[in-house]
């Protein structure tokens, strides 16, 4: 079973940076699609970003093109979100998900997705 574990939310000024991880644990993490969504209050929960399995691959939702960036450490079954020139409507719950699924390289559709991490606040205040 997969488990997967966020950290690295917190408040930051708009402007400002944070990096979200996400730990993955309970099978062979290279075999797994990974992605970030985001949920804010009152909204559906949207796509951020994807790295692919073999991690040669990225894609990105336009509102963080640009300014995000994912990244994948197989040596230490980590992804990553670095986060720069953060807006107040970045602000959500961020979620670190898993896909199995070896039909597509990433993937930005939530269904597609096997596993989720419980999510990390994220606050920019204006």
């Known amino acids: 079973q997969v488990q997967l574990v966020e950290s690295g939310g917190g408040l930051v000024q708009a402007g400002g940076s944070l990096r979200l991880s996400c730990a993955f644990s309970?099978?062979?993490?290279?075999?797994?699609?990974m992605g970030w969504f985001r949920q804010a209050p009152g909204k559906e929960r949207e796509f951020v970003a994807a790295i692919s399995w073999s991690g040669g691959s990225t894609y990105y939702a336009d509102s963080v093109k640009g300014r995000f960036t994912i990244s994948g450490v197989n040596a230490k079954n980590t992804v990553h979100l670095q986060m720069n020139s953060l807006k107040p409507e970045d602000t959500a719950v961020y979620y670190c998900?898993?896909?199995?699924?070896?039909?597509?390289?990433?993937?930005?559709?939530?269904?597609?997705?096997?596993?989720w991490g419980q999510g990390t606040q994220v606050t920019v205040s204006s």
């Open positions: 309970g099978r062979t993490f290279s075999r797994y699609a």
């Open positions: 998900a898993a896909a199995s699924s070896r039909r597509r390289e990433y993937y930005s559709d939530s269904g597609d997705y096997n596993y």
